[in-house]
């Protein structure tokens, strides 16, 4: 009997030790654990750091890029020194803790932004761009190249199709991110890899900012719509489209407008040169307030899309 009894005391021991060591908090999409051995907090203590935490972190998670952990695990230690926090971990010393609460927000950004290669802050005429690094290598030409085409660019995209975009974009080069680039909630995400490989690409901001500028939310419409508009833009707007070796390829009869990008941005630079100058900004109104649909077409120009394309094939001299 008495074998039996240690054990199961022990296994009780553990678990009643570990539901005391480790408190989860979640708030929006984020989830805070709590580790804190040997000793408790006071509730007002952990309310400052877990109020620092739900600040400081989403706002560095939606910086820092690429599938940044949004489960972090907090210790609190009499062992290591003062605060560490890098993406899905930190660690603060109990005393630093006691001492230093009001520096929380402001410690805890600064300690989790310290994995940057750099961030900068630029302002130009009511229009902000920040800039964060994470690759070493970053060509600093390149570098600024996509911040002149930011204030170039994105300035005159928000004139003309959009005054209600937002006025303060992030921009991210990323080592983890391997596809080209990607837009969403006023950031864009740059792979590090395909601007080292394709360093006069330049232009991708132009497409991406136009993302920023559609704002159309889910479900307004087609994406080889959405993708097709952002590379008339970037057709239409470009700063060195040239440079880059980027056109709109050649008419042929395999293609159809629903094949996005660039074969479909074709379509619709011919559409504006020949059958309706415009149509372009009217279909990206109708898209951002939601009310397009398939009779769109036939509303703003006369013809179906599809009589537009079969007139397209035609004659698809641009
Ligand atoms: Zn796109």
Excluded: C
């Amino acid at each position: 009997m008495k074998k039996f009894l240690l054990p199961v005391i022990m296994l009780t021991l553990t678990l009643n030790a570990s539901a005391q060591d480790l408190e989860t908090i979640k708030k929006d999409r984020y989830t805070l654990n709590i580790i804190n051995k040997n000793d408790q907090l006071d509730t007002k203590l952990k309310k400052s750091l877990t109020d620092a935490f739900f600040v400081a972190y989403p706002a560095f998670a939606r910086a820092d890029g690429y599938r940044t952990k949004r489960e972090v695990d907090l210790e609190i230690s009499n062992e290591t020194p003062g605060i560490s926090a890098a993406e899905g971990k930190i660690t603060i010393n109990r005393d630093w803790l006691k001492q230093h609460p009001e520096n929380l927000e402001k410690t805890l950004r600064y300690e989790l932004s310290r994995h940057w290669v750099s961030a900068d802050t630029i302002k130009k005429k009511g229009y902000e761009l920040v800039f964060i690094s994470k690759d070493p290598n970053l060509d600093q030409q390149v570098k600024q190249k996509l911040i002149d085409t930011y204030f170039k660019i994105y300035p005159v995209l928000v004139k003309t199709y959009n005054k209600k975009s937002t006025k303060e974009v992030l921009f991210v080069v990323d080592t983890a991110y391997k596809a080209v680039a990607e837009a969403s909630g006023g950031r864009i995400l740059f792979s590090a890899g395909y601007m080292k490989a394709h360093p006069t690409d330049i232009d991708v901001v132009t497409h991406e900012t136009m993302h920023i500028v559609q704002g159309y939310g889910y479900s307004a419409g087609p994406v080889w719509l959405t993708e097709g508009i952002a590379d008339y833009i970037r057709y239409k707007h470009g700063v060195d489209n040239v440079g880059s070796k980027w056109s709109l390829p050649d008419f042929n009869n395999q293609q159809s407008y629903t094949n996005s990008y660039r074969i479909t941005a074709r379509f619709f630079a011919w559409i504006e040169k020949n059958e309706k100058p415009g149509l372009i900004k009217q279909l990206d109104q109708e898209l951002r307030a939601h009310t397009y649909n398939n009779g769109s077409w036939k509303t703003l120009t006369g013809k179906t899309i599809d009589e537009l394309w079969t007139a397209y094939a035609q004659n698809p001299v641009i």
